[in-house]
């Protein structure tokens, strides 16, 4: 499994923007290459579900209900993702989690809470 350490979350208003990271720093640099990265989301009472995702090459894919506002990015050689989220709504309110999948690895971080509230 893969460890994966979240930062960035907090409390903003509704409009705002906030940028979240996710580190693999135990992971081989050749690994992490590897891996497809991806944030997911959870909110109160509502199932996982995928926000955006990032391929070694840059593919990228966002959620409809981001798409516009949401902006996933890599650095390979940093071993690191960040999610740019703008203009930010009630509704993106909830636990967002790092994942890394390759093959059978399903990797997860703790979660960062992201709260959007006036």
């Known amino acids: 499994q893969v460890q994966l350490v979240e930062s960035g979350g907090g409390l903003v208003q509704p409009g705002g923007s906030l940028r979240l990271s996710c580190a693999a720093p135990?992971?081989?640099?050749?690994?992490?290459?590897?891996?497809?990265m991806a944030w997911y989301r959870q909110a109160p009472g509502k199932e996982r579900e995928l926000v955006a995702s990032i391929t070694f090459d840059r593919d990228t894919y966002y959620a409809d209900a981001v798409k516009g506002r949401f902006t996933i990015s890599r650095d390979n050689s940093r071993k690191t993702i960040k999610l740019q989220m703008n203009s930010l709504k009630s509704e993106d309110t909830a636990v967002y989690y790092c994942?890394?999948?390759?093959?059978?690895?399903?990797?997860w971080g703790r979660g960062t809470q992201v709260t959007v509230s006036s």
């Open positions: 994942n890394a999948q390759r093959g059978s690895i399903n990797s």
């Open positions: 135990r992971t081989i640099l050749s690994v992490f290459n590897g891996y497809i």
